[in-house]
């Protein structure tokens, strides 16, 4: 079984950076693309963003787009979600995600092809 372990989430000003991290308790992790969602009250939970496991591709949700940025090392175990010029309207709790057999972006933008997922850090953006 993969646990999946946010960290990072905090309270910050519009306009500040964040970096979220999500740590595996699996080496396996490096041959899984990854995913972020977020989630604010009362709305489903939607794509962030997703990167493959061999690290050719990133893929974003248009929200996001030139403010967040996905990275992983996968000689090390983190996946890190760098969140830049945030907004009121990213306040949510943020998941992490492993998808085992997926890594192209109409999967991964789709949280039904995801495995396993993290309980999940909260981010709050103050206006």
């Known amino acids: 079984q993969v646990q999946l372990v946010e960290s990072g989430g905090g309270l910050v000003q519009a306009g500040g950076s964040l970096r979220l991290s999500c740590a595996a308790s699996?080496?396996?992790?490096?041959?899984?693309?990854m995913g972020w969602f977020r989630q604010a009250p009362g709305k489903e939970r939607e794509f962030v963003g997703g990167?493959?496991?061999?690290?050719?591709?990133?893929y974003y949700a248009d929200s996001v787009k030139g403010r967040f940025t996905i990275t992983r090392d996968n000689a090390k175990n983190p996946v890190y979600l760098q969140m830049d010029s945030l907004k009121s309207e990213d306040t949510a709790t943020y998941y992490c995600?492993?998808?085992?057999?997926?890594?192209?972006?109409?999967?991964?933008?789709?949280?039904?092809?995801?495995?396993?997922w993290g309980q999940g850090t909260q981010v709050t953006v103050s206006s």
């Open positions: 995600a492993a998808s085992t057999s997926y890594s192209s972006s109409y999967y991964l933008r789709d949280k039904r092809f995801y495995d396993y």
């Open positions: 699996v080496r396996t992790i490096s041959s899984y693309s």
């Open positions: 990167i493959s496991w061999n690290i050719a591709n990133t």
